[in-house]
Nanobody
Framework: QVQLVESGGGLVQAGGSLRLSCAAS????????MGWYRQPPGKQRELVAT???????NYAESVKGRFAISRDNAKNTVYLQMNSLKPEDTAVYYC??????????????WGQGTQVTVSS
């Protein structure tokens, strides 16, 4: 069983920065794509950024130039550096990992979510 543990959320003023972390632990063969999604109040969950084990990245247009996703493959940990935060970035941020188990079966795992609140 794989678990994702997130940390780093909180309250910040507009223009400020936060760094989220997500570590995968448990039994798996490999962790492939890791990424961050968010769910603003009253809205659906949306992609923020993803990063493959090979280093390929994908960002939502709304965060390009402000957010940066990085990853430590040895620690199976993904980070999201969020700069120039805006009130519209307020959301619950979820980590997601696509993993492969020892039998070659791939599946997705979600973290419990961490709240990010940006005040104006």
């Amino acid at each position: 069983q794989v678990q994702l543990v997130e940390s780093g959320g909180g309250l910040v003023q507009a223009g400020g920065s936060l760094r989220l972390s997500c570590a995968a632990s448990g039994s798996f063969f490999s962790v492939n794509v890791m990424g961050w999604y968010r769910q603003p109040p009253g809205k659906q969950r949306e992609l923020v950024a993803t990063r493959s084990s090979a280093g390929s990245t994908n960002y939502a247009e709304s965060v390009k130039g402000r957010f940066a996703i990085s990853r430590d493959n040895a620690k199976n940990t993904v980070y999201l550096q969020m700069n120039s935060l805006k009130p519209e970035d307020t959301a619950v941020y979820y980590c997601k990992a696509s993993v492969t188990n020892s039998l070659g079966y791939g599946y997705d795992v979600w973290g419990q979510g961490t709240q990010v609140t940006v005040s104006s």
